[in-house]
C-alpha cells in the first residue's frame, strides 16, 4: 500500500504564502513506484464538496493544470527522488480556508474529480484570516 502525508498547513493572514508538502511513501501494486503515479492536490471547506486545486503528471517533465480560483497564485511540483509532492501557495485568501488533501493515481489523470484518485492523505488545515 501507499501512504501519504501532508504537512505545512497552519494559520496566515490574507496575501500570505504557505508551502504545503506531501510525503508518499509504500509501494503500489505490481511493484510500481510512487514516482509514476499523478499526484494531485484537492481541498474541502466545511459544508462543501471537495474540490480540485491542482494536478501534475508524473510523465512529460510534469505538466501541471490548475482550478482557475487558485491559477497564477498556487504552484504544485514534486520531487520524485525523495517522493515528494509540494503545494506552494501565495496571495492566499480567506476563501482559501479549507483541509487540504494529497491525491495519488498510477497513470495518467484526466479528470478533476476526486474519484479519479486512489490514494488519499489525511488532510491538513489551512487558515486563512482576512
Known amino acids: 500500500q501507499v501512504q501519504l502525508v501532508e504537512s505545512g498547513g497552519g ?11 506531501c510525503a ?5 501494486s505490481s511493484g510500481r513506484i510512487i514516482s509514476r503515479y499523478d499526484m494531485g492536490w ?3 471547506a466545511p459544508g462543501k464538496e471537495r474540490e480540485f486545486v491542482a494536478h501534475i503528471t508524473s510523465s512529460g517533465g510534469g505538466s501541471t493544470n490548475y482550478a482557475d480560483s487558485v491559477k497564477d497564485r498556487f504552484t504544485i511540483s514534486r520531487e520524485n527522488a525523495k517522493n515528494m509532492a509540494y503545494l506552494q501557495m501565495n496571495s492566499l485568501k480567506p476563501e482559501d480556508t479549507a483541509v487540504y488533501y494529497c491525491a495519488a493515481q498510477f497513470g495518467p489523470v484526466y479528470s ?4 479519479a484518485y486512489g490514494y488519499w492523505g489525511q488532510g491538513t488545515q489551512v487558515t486563512v484570516s482576512s
Open 42 to 44: 484537492f481541498r474541502q
Open 11 to 21: 494559520l496566515v493572514q490574507a496575501g500570505g504564502s504557505l508551502r504545503l508538502s
Open 24 to 28: 508518499a511513501s509504500g509501494r503500489i
Open 112 to 115: 478533476r474529480s476526486p474519484a
